[in-house]
């Protein structure tokens, strides 16, 4: 009895439902022998799908298949030895089949299973003759032994084509992932942020060509892959540089600001990221430095708080300076209020001092407010 089911073995038959031309040509030979060893009119080989019994290989006939409900093969394909049946006309199991009591009245019949590498019988290599016979020993042995090779050139033609069709997904896969490298290498050289891949070691294992550029213009070098980074490192950062480095090692991203090349006409502001890179199975291989340029923002902060340190100065201005005069001349109208100095343009000072006064409160106000909310306003 089987081991398998059904199923499986029609899953199976599906392998071999397609042959190559060359190997059909080479089966049509192999059955044409077999017709003239075992001297029969017919021989086929036979794969039985669902429904339908297929002949893959003929001579004899035109006919390229049949309903498997009519085909001898179903026996044959439930034993591992020969199935012959000497006069099919006499036979219990196929007296009344329509091949036998009709055209073209078959009488003879003997079929050696095909049986796959890894066991599923398929179909069979069988021949067929209009009257009653029998196969001699020697005839037995080659159908049994022509059934075999008739199963390894489609076993053959299957794994070619198998292996034709891994190697193109293969191929396709190789050309996709070329594209997505050559898509991601040219977002990655088009950044302005520089970018370095580093192993444990410091060694660089991949950069950008803001990178590139970035150590040519400073330090007069190519930068190359197997360079250490603490070359391009200066003296006077390298602790921290190493100290970032090692905590990124330990799986955390850490984020640095620093000025490089102080002093150099390649002066500038950098903010670093250290980011532990991971290999397939989760362990730390290397660090990733990701650096933005951010000399034009630390330019602007400085702007800024030289601009706050001046409304600063003038606020101080407003407060005590300005207001000085005024205050003095307040304290003259109280004198000559007091005097009762008789003054046609008394009234007229009194209001001219205090609107004065006035706007200067408001001015110092505004500057204070101005401080206070880091607005930019010019006060006038």
Not at 125 to 131: A, D, E, N, P, Q
């Amino acid at each position: 009895m089987n081991k398998y089911t059904e199923q499986q073995r029609l899953t199976a038959v599906n392998r071999f439902m397609h042959l190559d031309a060359g190997i059909v040509k080479d089966l049509n030979e192999l059955v044409a022998l077999v017709a003239e060893i075992c001297q029969t009119p017919v021989a086929l080989v036979t794969l039985l799908d669902k429904d339908t019994q297929w002949f893959k290989a003929s001579v004899g006939t035109e006919i390229e298949c049949t309903p498997r409900s009519v085909a001898f093969c179903n026996l044959t394909i439930q034993q591992p030895d020969l199935n012959i049946i000497n006069d099919l006309s006499a036979d219990p199991m196929h007296f009344n089949n329509p091949l036998v009591t009709g055209e073209p009245y078959l009488r003879f019949y003997a079929g050696a299973p095909l049986i796959t590498k890894d066991g599923f019988a398929i179909g069979s290599l069988c021949v067929i003759g209009m009257k009653p016979g029998e196969l001699t020993a020697h005839q037995k042995k080659a159908l049994q032994v022509m059934a075999k090779q008739v199963v390894n050139l489609m076993e053959l033609n299957w794994s070619l084509n198998t292996l034709a069709s891994q190697r193109t997904k293969e191929q396709e896969h190789a050309t996709a992932i070329g594209e997505s490298e050559l898509k991601l290498k040219a977002i990655f050289d088009s950044s302005k942020d520089t970018h370095i891949l580093a192993d444990r070691n410091y060694e660089v294992l991949a950069f950008n060509r803001s990178a590139a550029a970035f150590v040519k213009n400073a330090y007069g070098r190519k930068l190359a892959e197997g360079d250490t980074l603490l070359d391009f490192t200066e003296a006077r950062i390298l602790p921290q540089f190493k100290k970032y480095f090692n905590i990124a090692l330990t799986g955390r991203s850490i984020k640095r600001e620093w000025l490089l090349m102080q002093g150099t006409p390649f002066a500038c502001w950098k903010v670093t990221t250290f980011i532990p890179v991971r290999n397939s199975v989760g362990d730390v291989m290397g660090v990733a430095l990701n650096s933005t340029d951010i000399t034009h923002h630390k330019k602007q902060e400085a702007y800024i708080n030289i601009q706050n340190e001046a409304l600063n100065r003038i606020a101080i201005i407003q407060s005590h300076e300005l207001r000085r005069p005024v205050a003095s001349l307040l304290g003259i109208m109280d004198l000559i209020k007091m005097e009762n100095i008789n003054f046609s343009y008394f009234d007229m000072m009194e209001l001219t001092v205090n609107e004065l006064d006035e706007k200067i409160r408001s001015i110092v106000k505004d500057s204070e407010n101005t401080l206070h909310g880091r607005h930019l306003a010019v006060v006038a």
